[in-house]
Structure formats: C-alpha cells, structure tokens
C-alpha cells in the first residue's frame, strides 16, 4: 500500500507561479511512476505530467514548456512548478503513483489551484 499527500495548491493571479508537492509513503519503494492529474467539474481528470523511476519525464501539450515535474530520491516525493499560471490552469491537482509488479494506482486527495485573470 502507498499513501500519498499533497501539499502547496492556493490562488494565484495569472502569470504567477505554485508549486505542488506530493509526498509517498507505505510501499514508496515500489513505485515505478509518479505523476499529476487535474480535474474540473464535469471532465474527465487527465494527465498533467508523470517521471518515472529512470527519471523519464512526459507533459500534457498544454502545459509545456510552462510546468516542470521532479521527484525525490527514490520516488518518495514528486514536486510540480507550475509557472506562467493561465486561469484555464485552475482544477483540482491529484497526485498518482503507479506500480507495475501490482498494477496498482493510487491517489492522493487533491489540492486545488485556482487562477484568476
């Protein structure tokens, strides 16, 4: 089992800058990737951007160039810098981790990050 926390969402005016962070804990070590997905009501929660454990990184098309994942030794904690916010930015962000020899995912419970114009 893996636990995941999420911390650094709030309200910022467009053009500012958040940063997210997302801490693991129980099985961390197990963890293959580690990723960020947002919500808004009424649309499907989609991928924002995920590292995996090579260090391998990928992005949504819209918030590249914009937005820069990390993570920590041993994939016990990923970070999110969120620069250049637009208002389309605003969701809830939920942290993810995946584990390939289970198939398991799990979440953490959101953070929201609102934008204002």
């Known amino acids: 089992q893996v636990q995941l926390v999420e911390s650094g969402g709030g309200l910022v005016q467009a053009g500012g800058s958040l940063r997210l962070s997302c801490a693991a804990s129980?099985?961390?070590?197990?963890?293959?990737?580690m990723g960020w997905h947002r919500q808004v009501p009424g649309k499907q929660r989609e991928l924002v951007a995920s590292v995996s454990s090579d260090g391998s990184t990928n992005y949504t098309d819209s918030v590249k160039g914009r937005f820069t994942i990390s993570r920590g030794n041993y994939m016990s904690t990923v970070y999110l810098q969120m620069n250049s916010l637009k208002p389309e930015d605003t969701a809830v962000y939920y942290c993810?981790?995946?584990?390939?020899?289970?198939?398991?995912?799990?979440w953490g419970q959101g953070t929201q990050v609102t934008v204002s114009s």
């Open positions: 129980g099985s961390a070590f197990s963890i293959n990737v």
């Open positions: 993810n981790a995946f584990e390939r020899r289970t198939f398991s995912s799990y």
